[in-house]
């Protein structure tokens, strides 16, 4: 029997219930998946706090907190170095909040003091730095005054605060300082934002995050690592015969690049400095859009004999040819397919020997139908690729539907259940 979470509309989707806020908001992605769904998979696999369960696409760390809250061990990879930082901070819950706030107010106070000294010399970005954020995504004043309050952050750096400290700054720094807006991808908004209170609200969400830490002081001492690693490759992170469960959501193949999303946090904190950062951060991401597609790349040698994805490919490239279309990244798609679904069996294969005999394993993925419109069945090409790689495939559960921007239909998000049996 499918399970589905939402209303015909889609609208149960993103909605999050008022106990799903603490800790999941600190920073997470507009289009992460709820925690709900989560805590239905964990009651459905029999999960309890004799497990581990796995997210080796942990994004902002939803599976990972969700299992800390229900006192059951987990573990995460996560590529995008900034996005691991968030989710490991979300994930540690043994601060002295006290101490936190004090911290925090020490650092307002200069802060305060920083300004007035600048006064009307205006701290910006280098022109590196400056070519590698969206253009106008955020506008002088409130950039200012983010590199002041870094700069006071590095200056009263203590490692027992940092990264609630940078955590706080980075969900900020997006909804409250930023012009970034988000859709179906990320933009800037035509109402730009001049000024903003930014201490204030940095120092709001500090307060914020050491309020959630105390609510579940009981929790804090149950088990959550957060690897920085490359998610086709997870056995180099994890113990052999460890993992009981995986609930996950992978990139889907689509024209998204998940590396926009984060970028004006990522050369802020420091994570990306340069296009040659930036090429390397995309290097260890599944290939899932144009932009991330490299010549040395080698994974669809992994579905070399799936007849139904190069099938795929091949009428996505003929589609192309017909429609006359010869850009650079349109001459990619095809290779995205390939590249994408090769990635993912070479997850799943990687991936057998760390898991217990029964575990049990949802992938949370989207059909598409960007490429020129073809329809791609995300979900059930995932379950072949499991079950040719020994897998059971258990069932594949309808999340939600919701509309496609190319074809105007109503694309589907599926879970796909699978046991691993040794």
């Not at 105390?214 to 992170?237: C, T, W």
Request: charged residues 25%; neutral net charge.
């Amino acid at each position: 029997m499918s399970y589905v979470v939402q209303a015909k509309d889609g609208s149960e989707l993103n909605r999050f219930y008022e106990d799903d806020l603490l800790i999941h908001n600190w920073y997470r992605f507009v289009l992460s998946y709820p925690p709900h769904l989560v805590k239905h998979y964990l009651q459905k696999f029999n999960i309890n706090n004799g497990h581990w369960v796995l997210d080796p696409f942990c994004g902002t760390g939803t599976t990972l907190v969700e299992c800390k809250k229900q006192e059951i061990s987990s573990v995460g990879i996560e590529a995008n170095p900034v996005v691991q930082l968030m989710a490991e901070t979300k994930t540690k819950w043994d601060v002295d909040t006290a101490a936190l706030i004090k911290h925090a107010e020490a650092i307002a106070k200069e802060f305060q003091a920083r300004i007035i000294q600048y006064g009307d010399n205006l701290k910006t970005l280098s022109n590196e730095q400056g070519k590698l954020i969206i253009k106008d995504s955020i506008s002088p004043i409130p950039l200012h005054k983010a590199l002041v309050l870094l700069e006071v952050m590095n200056e009263y750096y203590d490692p027992d605060f940092i990264n609630y400290e940078k955590t706080a700054f980075a969900k900020q720094l997006v909804y409250a300082y930023s012009n970034l807006k988000f859709g179906p991808e990320v933009g800037v908004s035509r109402k730009k934002k001049l000024d903003a209170d930014v201490i204030g609200l940095w120092l709001n969400q500090v307060n914020e995050i050491a309020k959630s830490i105390e609510f579940y002081d009981k929790q804090k001492n149950v088990i959550s690592v957060v690897h920085l690693a490359d998610s086709r490759n997870p056995g180099m992170k994890l113990l052999t015969n460890d993992i009981d469960a995986v609930i996950t959501s992978p990139p889907y193949p689509n024209e998204k690049d998940y590396s926009r999303t984060t970028r004006l946090e990522s050369v802020l904190l420091g994570f990306i400095t340069s296009k040659e950062d930036l090429r390397r951060h995309k290097e260890g991401l599944l290939r899932s859009n144009t932009r991330n597609i490299y010549v040395n790349d080698t994974d669809e040698q992994w579905i070399a004999h799936n007849g139904r994805i190069l099938e795929l490919a091949d009428s996505i490239e003929k589609r192309r040819i017909e429609l006359e279309k010869d850009s650079g990244f349109e001459k990619l798609y095809h290779k995205v397919i390939k590249h994408y679904f090769g990635g993912m069996a070479r997850h799943l294969e990687e991936l057998k020997p760390k898991l217990r005999p029964g575990a049990k394993l949802a992938y949370v993925v989207g059909d598409q139908a960007s490429y020129f419109r073809i329809l791609i069945q995300t979900g059930e090409i995932l379950a072949d690729i499991a079950r040719d790689a020994g897998y059971n495939v258990m069932n594949i559960d309808l999340f939600r539907t919701r509309l496609s921007t190319a074809t105007k239909e109503q694309l589907r998000e599926e879970v796909v259940l699978l046991q691993w049996n040794g």
